[in-house]
């Protein structure tokens, strides 16, 4: 019992923490309820297909397409936009987590590898890199930093355009980079250093795009 309630906490503390940060960044207003509400959700289904049936790849999958789905019929995002501020909560948190796990681990305070059950480490990471992701999004807000392109209305129109493509097309790489993640921890530990790099990089050009696209929409707007 304690173990499935820690389980839980963690896991609704981070998934919280990733919807934080991804609205904060397209300055989407905050429901904690819902947000609290899908995340438990989330965190009941990655308990059942970790624990139970050790499908931690499958869950993987699952949490991306639930993430979406939450977004796009919970929240009430334009489809479009959900599968793309999907794909850019996955990037950026996936950063943050492999930023913190390399400077935990010099440390001496994490395992090898993410496999087996729950540990006490695993939890720190969880909490540390849900703590880094809301400061930053504090930061975004306070700061008035931010994208204003993604619309506030399900059934807002979206004009399809080389950016839009783009922005949707970086989805791919996002979901292969997280379900590697897990693969390279496990098994091929020596090479994850390039995780972090290869995820600054893929966030760099979603970045860069959205601020593109930002413009755009601020030039058509006035």
């Known amino acids: 019992m304690t173990e499935f309630v820690l389980f ?3 896991s609704v503390v981070e998934t919280y923490a990733l919807y934080f940060l991804a609205f904060s960044v397209f300055k989407i207003d905050q429901y904690p309820f819902e947000m ?3 995340s438990l959700i989330m965190a009941f289904f990655s308990y059942i297909l970790r624990e139970t049936y ?3 790849q499958v869950d993987l999958f699952l949490q991306y397409f639930l993430l979406f789905c939450f977004l796009w019929m919970l929240f009430r995002i334009n489809l479009f936009y959900a599968a793309v501020m999907t794909g850019f909560a996955y990037q950026a948190y996936a950063s943050l987590q492999t930023i913190t796990y390399l400077v935990i681990k010099s440390f001496g305070s994490l395992p090898s590898t993410f496999g087996g059950k729950e540990s006490i480490s695993v939890y720190l990471l969880q909490l540390l890199t849900a703590l880094f992701s809301i400061s930053i999004g504090h ?3 306070r700061k008035r930093k931010g994208f204003d392109f993604v619309p506030d209305k399900q059934s807002a129109r979206v004009k399809i355009g080389k950016k839009e ?3 949707l097309l970086l989805n791919i790489p996002s979901l292969i980079l997280v379900s590697l993640t897990l693969l390279i921890s496990n098994y091929l530990n020596s090479f994850y250093i390039i995780l972090p790099m290869i995820y600054v990089i893929f966030l760099f050009i979603y970045l860069r795009i959205s601020y593109q696209k ?3 929409y601020a030039e058509n707007d006035y």
Do not use: E
Request: proline fraction near 0%; hydrophobic fraction near 60%; include cysteine.
């Open 8 to 10: 839980m906490v963690f």
């Open 36 to 38: 609290i509400f899908s």
């Open 54 to 56: 050790d499908l931690t």
């Open 139 to 141: 930061i975004v807000q």
């Open 165 to 167: 493509i783009a922005l």
């Open 214 to 216: 930002d413009r755009c």
